[in-house]
């Protein structure tokens, strides 16, 4: 088809102020994708985006968003505990989906959204698309032809930090630049696994395929936090530390924490009896893949397809390859390989993580992609 995907950008915080109406406003895309409405209920926020990035319609709810008619897609880029009700919301209206990480909370919600989406005949893509990264494949490539030899653990993860306190779109006096982070460290959906360990484990499920069993401990570090002179109440673990059994003696440990972290671990670290893989390297030196200069670190989402242009110099240009995959698979039919599939693995694993750490019982997992 060649009809222009109508989008509806689900929040105007800070990964859509940064990152995604950024991109989509960006006349390159126009031929395939606009920005056709937003909604956000803090008050005032939506006009003032929809003001700065041309947007036709503005609303304070998410309901007269999906019911306006303006809207053939919506990327949903509110906290994460929303995400499930949003997403099967707009299912449930034909409208296809991109769901912005992390796609639901609990595996139960992944199984049901994904089963929705499949009864209706709706498209639905999860981020984060880290198997989209062709430094990525060719780790996969690497794993599969032996180059590591027998693999013996691997490891990645992330930490919390101050990160989302001092983000710049958090420190003005407009309703674009005050955006509170609270809800990142609350129940549900906050805690640095669903925000931040998401992109490694994604990468470490591509790269080595599913786990089988997961232990972990987890609990609350930090109970309270301070924000522009406020104090923010912390209630969702915010230190997990887990190790995944993906068999025959071959482990990974995998941490979301609330400070402090291994170097290079934010993309997957794997040992072997050959080799390491370390950030982008293969014992020491870089790893090559089709497109790239060996010298250039440290920029593979320039090496994403959609990532060209102005979209190289903009943040977030991860989050806008897997909005442009959707687009993509609704006018051309082409399915994504950023699989809500994939996405409802990882999700079982942190599911499983937290009821773990309640139990001190390994937990056996039941998904694959």
């Known amino acids: 088809m060649s009809e222009i995907v109508r989008m509806g950008v689900v929040g105007a915080g800070s990964i859509s102020v940064r990152g995604i109406m950024p991109h989509l406003a960006e006349e390159d895309v126009h031929d395939r994708v606009r920005m056709s409405a937003v909604c956000d209920p803090a008050p005032g926020r939506a006009q003032a985006a929809a003001e700065r990035f041309g947007i036709p319609h503005a609303y304070t709810t998410y309901e007269e968003l999906i019911d306006s008619g303006a809207v053939d897609a919506v990327t949903i880029a509110s906290p994460i505990g929303l995400h499930y009700e949003q997403g099967k919301q707009a299912i449930t209206r034909g409208i296809h989906v991109h769901v912005n990480k992390t796609m639901t909370t609990t595996v139960d919600e992944a199984d049901a959204l994904i089963a929705q989406a499949a009864e209706k005949g709706v498209k639905l893509v999860a ?3 880290e198997m989209l990264r062709p430094l990525h494949r ?3 490539e690497l794993v599969q032809a032996g180059a590591l030899g027998t693999l013996t653990w691997a490891v990645t993860g992330s930490a919390f930090g101050r990160y989302h306190e001092d983000e710049a779109c958090r420190q003005g006096d407009d309703v674009l630049s005050n955006i509170n982070p609270a809800w990142y460290f609350r129940r549900p959906g906050g805690g640095p696994l669903y925000d931040m360990t998401v992109y490694g484990l994604h990468a470490l499920t591509g790269i080595l395929g599913p786990a089988r069993r997961v232990t972990a401990f ?22 997990t530390l887990m190790v995944l059994d993906f068999g025959e003696a071959f482990y990974a440990f995998v941490y979301g924490v609330a400070a402090g972290g291994l170097r290079d671990a934010h993309r997957p670290m794997i040992f072997g009896t050959k080799g390491t893989i370390v950030d982008e390297t293969l014992n020491g030196k870089p790893i090559d893949f089709p497109g790239r200069n060996g010298a250039e670190r440290g920029r593979s989402n320039a090496f ?5 242009g102005p979209h190289a110099s903009i943040t977030e240009s991860h989050v806008f390859e897997d ?10 039919d082409k399915p994504s390989i950023a699989t809500a599939e994939h996405a409802r693995h990882v999700i079982e694993i942190f599911d499983a993580a937290y009821r773990s750490a309640e139990t001190g019982r390994a937990q056996e997992l039941r998904t694959t992609f």
């Open 218 to 239: 987890s609990g609350v570090r930090i109970h309270e936090r301070e924000f522009r002179g406020e104090k923010v109440a912390c209630d969702m673990d915010d230190n």
């Open 138 to 140: 060719k780790m996969r």
């Open 127 to 129: 981020s984060p698309g």
């Open 304 to 308: 994403l397809p959609h990532v060209t």
């Open 323 to 332: 909005i442009m995959q959707l687009v993509d698979w609704v006018r051309e």
